[in-house]
């Protein structure tokens, strides 16, 4: 229809054969289909796996290529993925804090160890699957069928230092994280505070003292990653930063850590 508009979306465009991809030509470059012209309003867009990926896909032909733009889409980094997707889409704390702790997990792509593929789709799938499940066993068993089984023991021994520590304690006593010599425990620590704080079950002014307390035993990077991961999970009410702009109390700290969030 001459007043439509849409996208057509020819999705894994690189498995059909190359007697199916020359069929596109017309689509793609003359934006006709079965005579009919295209409106000017439509997107033509196609996605495809690189050969390196070793998905099975067929080599698109130059001038294929050359009726299109190419854009290559790469894997996000740590921050980006957690601001822009983990928390927009509720993915489990408990997966956030293991990949703020080992960030190379995000995506582990080998080919000469046999194991399934660790990606940022797999991290998804398993949040989906575990959203509520404290049993460990089922928690291994769950993780070892969604991902590579490498990386599913890391996190499932990352995900048991809960067991190690009473959160609460430190929420009434931030001084105890002096006692706290396992980094990865660090690392599930200010994961889980900012979520709570975006839940309202922390306020400000506990969040801060437990910023002084890492400041004291010198984990810079931890009250970075706490500012950053509690500015994101309040990204729509911008609670986070209106708290931390308006608040005196909390000057000198503010000053050494203040450019990781504003």
Not at 40 to 58: E, F, K, P, Q
Not at 237 to 251: A, G, I, P, Q, R
């Amino acid at each position: 229809l001459p007043e439509s508009d849409g996208i057509l979306f020819f999705d894994e465009i690189g498995l059909a054969t190359p007697l199916v991809m020359s069929s596109c030509y017309k689509i793609l470059y003359d934006r006709v289909i079965n005579e009919d012209k295209m409106s000017d309003n439509w997107s033509v867009i196609g996605a495809t796996n690189l050969s390196s990926d070793r998905a099975y896909t067929h080599e698109i032909a130059p001038p294929l290529k050359d009726r299109c733009g190419e854009v290559e889409l790469n894997v996000p980094n740590m921050d980006d993925w957690v601001a822009n997707f983990a928390i927009p889409k509720g993915i489990d704390s408990r997966i956030i804090g293991y990949l703020n702790f080992k960030p190379s997990s995000l995506q582990v792509v080998k080919f000469d160890d046999n194991q399934k593929f660790v990606t940022p789709r797999s991290w998804e799938r398993l949040s989906t699957l575990i959203k509520g499940i404290k049993d460990w066993d089922k928690i291994d068993m769950i993780s070892k069928s969604a991902m590579g089984e490498g990386t599913a023991i890391e996190f499932v021994s990352f995900c048991k230092i809960q067991e190690k520590m009473k959160l609460e304690e430190v929420i009434k006593n931030p001084k105890r994280i002096k006692e706290i010599v396992d980094i990865s425990v660090k690392y599930f620590l200010v994961s889980v505070l900012a979520e709570k704080y975006s839940s309202k079950k922390v306020d400000f002014e506990k969040l801060m003292r437990v910023s002084e307390v890492l400041d004291e035993c010198k984990n810079a990077e931890f009250v970075a990653l706490l500012w950053r991961l509690s500015s994101s999970y309040t990204k729509k009410s911008k609670k986070f930063k209106e708290e931390f702009l308006n608040d005196t109390k909390y000057d000198k700290l503010k000053e050494r850590y203040g450019k990781f969030i504003i």
